[in-house]
Every structure is written in structure tokens, then in C-alpha cells.
């Protein structure tokens, strides 16, 4: 069955986020744990690969933490679940099938599938994703709590 995973089910909340709430400070990873409950180990790992790849952008210092790489409206849900597929590819290296049956039929017509939800979340940015944050009253991170930091 197709389902979300959990690890790019993390990446989209973390990248959302981010999104959301990264104006005028950056983000601290701390601040997304505790919005989202992200495990704070899986966040900091998730988070570099996603720098790494591009989508963000680390801001080191006291007040550093993540911002978007490029405009909300310029990244898109696909292009974040295909960096987590290309992790979990890298790291599930053997075949899905041995069987020609399997390696011929079923596996083109997977693959198929794949590109073409992959398509579908290409039309979604995270400019989307906010502005329907937005329309559902979700607070931004600032509006949550004070910063008592002096």
C-alpha cells in the first residue's frame, strides 16, 4: 500500500515549519520540537540533509537556526519527499524484486505510480501549504510565546 512515511511526514512538518514561522528570525530546532514533537536527534539529521539538498538554509550564532534556501512559493512538497525517498534509496541499496515478473511488470507500473504522485505534489508549494495554515488559524511559532532572551 502507498502510505506517508513517518520520516517524510517529519521532513514536511520540519520544512513547513520553517515556512511558517521564519520571519524575520530564523527558526531554532528547538522551537520545531516543540511544535511539532519531532524527536530532537531525527530533526538535526533530517534538517542537515535538507541544507545539504538545498531547501534550507543554516544560520549559525545565538539567534541562528534555519530559514528557507528560496522563496516558499519556489519549494515544493515533491521536492522534499524526493530528497527523503533519495536518503532511504541510498540506504535500502538491494532490489525490490529478483522475479522478471516482479522486475518487469510490477516495478515499472510502481514506478509509474511514484512519478505520478510525485507530479501532483509538485503543484503544491509550501506558499500553498502556509496560506492554508493561515486560512485554518494556526498560530505562527512567534505568536505562541514570549522570548524572554536578553
Not at 531547501?55 to 549559525?60: C, Q
Request: net charge positive; with cysteine.
Amino acid at each position: 500500500m502507498l502510505r506517508l512515511s513517518r520520516k517524510t511526514m517529519l521532513a514536511l512538518e520540519a520544512v513547513l515549519d520553517v515556512a511558517y514561522n521564519a520571519r524575520p528570525q530564523p527558526v531554532q530546532s528547538k522551537d520545531i520540537t516543540a511544535r511539532q514533537g519531532i524527536p530532537q536527534r531525527y530533526l538535526e539529521q533530517v534538517m542537515q540533509q535538507l541544507v545539504h539538498h538545498g531547501i534550507l538554509k543554516g544560520v549559525r550564532g545565538p539567534k541562528g537556526g534555519y530559514t528557507l534556501a528560496r522563496e516558499r512559493r519556489r519549494i515544493t512538497v515533491g521536492d522534499v519527499v524526493r530528497i527523503v525517498d533519495q536518503l532511504d534509496a541510498e540506504a535500502d541499496c538491494e532490489p525490490v524484486s529478483k522475479a522478471e515478473l516482479g522486475d518487469q511488470v510490477v516495478a515499472p507500473l510502481w514506478a509509474d505510480t511514484r512519478e505520478a504522485i510525485l507530479t501532483r505534489l509538485d503543484r503544491v508549494s509550501m506558499e500553498d501549504l502556509c496560506n492554508r495554515a493561515r486560512r485554518l488559524g494556526i498560530a505562527h511559532g512567534a505568536s505562541l510565546k514570549p522570548d524572554f532572551n536578553i
